[in-house]
């Protein structure tokens, strides 16, 4: 079993006047793993049935291993769903939900069960085969809705929020098993979620949607490191960028490049605000979460807030004074109208960090010196 590609072009969804997808196109390589994130109502479910053949675009085209597929019935795509609610037939056993749509399409007694024993075998039902689902766990029950793609032989799966009815410890399980999965089967997997922990972790690409658009489209690294928008920057991270406005960064600039920087938000990642006796941003500690490894400390810095990610075993308590020191380059600058990452004035502002006296320098720190 081998993955097939797939692209939007243009596509466009609405529902008189509510528009659900706004000109939206993607491509979807073939034999990788792409999430599609997002919010509640941001499109992604949209796009997934658009490309399931489930909804018909207002406008734009879909397409799959290159063949515009847009009017072609769910069928004829070469695709399999597993859906949040499982969708398994309770008074079926597990091997019966499993071959249900082969035994629709007319497939031998002999061709069901081959297909039924590999799908057992690589998902770990081989002793649940006579159960019904109300007997099984919510990830077995979820196995059970796989097995019922793999059987199908599809080149692209389709999963729609499929972990979502499960506790912590179980989704985060079943994340590290659909991944394996998808690897060893070498299968295209278009995979809906509003958890970004899970498309990071998961996918090769993650499509981040709002409002009926693409933010941005990257690997989870590069959406991470250098997040498109602002918007991009605080929905990918836990916890998100820490943004702010330059009169934090006063004392290091001069009262001319201040003024050139009043139509942008600055940001950084939590992580790399460090707390430092020689730190030039001085505030207050306003409340601490311990969480054993790590400290997040929120701390009060006129009226603006940061939240810093520290050591455990850093001892800090609220209402006490802090300074705090960053690096230049961990910066990110956005157009503050627009949320557009701009990374000229990045380089900009870098630039006269670096360039400033010796003690402005010592709480800015640039990449040489780090």
Request: glycine share 8%.
């Amino acid at each position: 079993m081998s993955g097939g590609s797939v692209s939007l072009k243009g596509v466009t969804k609405s529902w008189g006047v509510n528009t659900a997808l706004n000109n939206v196109s993607l491509d979807v390589p073939a034999g990788q793993f792409t999430a599609l994130l997002g919010p509640s109502g941001c499109g992604k479910s949209t796009a997934l049935r658009i490309v399931s053949g489930l909804d018909d675009p207002t406008s734009g085209q879909v397409f799959i291993d290159g063949e515009d597929v847009t009017d072609a019935a769910p069928a004829a795509r070469d695709i399999a769903m597993v859906f949040q609610s499982y969708a398994l037939f309770p008074h079926l056993s597990v091997a019966e939900n499993i071959v249900f749509g082969l035994r629709v399409r007319g497939l031998s007694r002999n061709e069901r069960d081959q297909k039924l024993a590999s799908a057992a075998e690589l998902l770990g039902l081989r002793r649940l085969l006579d159960r019904k689902p109300s007997q099984l766990s919510g990830g077995q029950q979820q196995r059970v809705a796989l097995g019922r793609a793999i059987v199908a032989d599809k080149s692209i799966f389709l999963m729609d929020e499929p972990l979502s009815n499960l506790d912590a410890k179980l989704r985060a399980e079943m994340r590290e098993e659909i991944r394996d999965l998808q690897r060893r089967l070498g299968v295209t997997m278009l995979y809906v979620t509003h958890d970004q922990v899970e498309a990071v972790t998961m996918a090769d690409q993650v499509v981040l949607m709002n409002h009926g658009q693409i933010e941005q489209m990257a690997s989870p690294r590069v959406m991470y490191e250098a997040p498109a928008t602002l918007f991009a920057a605080k929905f990918i991270g836990t916890p998100p960028m820490v943004t702010f406005s330059i009169k934090l960064l006063a004392s290091a600039l001069t009262s001319e490049f201040l003024q050139k920087c009043q139509n942008f938000t600055f940001g950084i990642r939590p992580e790399a605000l460090v707390p430092d006796d020689n730190g030039a941003i001085a505030g207050q500690v306003a409340h601490i979460e311990y969480l054993g490894a790590d400290t997040m400390v929120e701390c009060k810095v006129g009226e603006e807030t940061l939240l810093c990610r520290v050591s455990g075993k850093t001892r800090l308590a609220s209402g006490m004074e802090i300074r705090l020191a960053l690096n230049a380059n961990d910066l990110h600058v956005f157009e503050t109208a627009s949320g557009r990452r701009e990374d000229t004035m990045l380089k900009e502002i870098e630039m006269a960090l670096s360039s400033q006296t010796a003690g402005s320098v010592s709480a800015f720190q640039t990449q040489t010196q780090r």
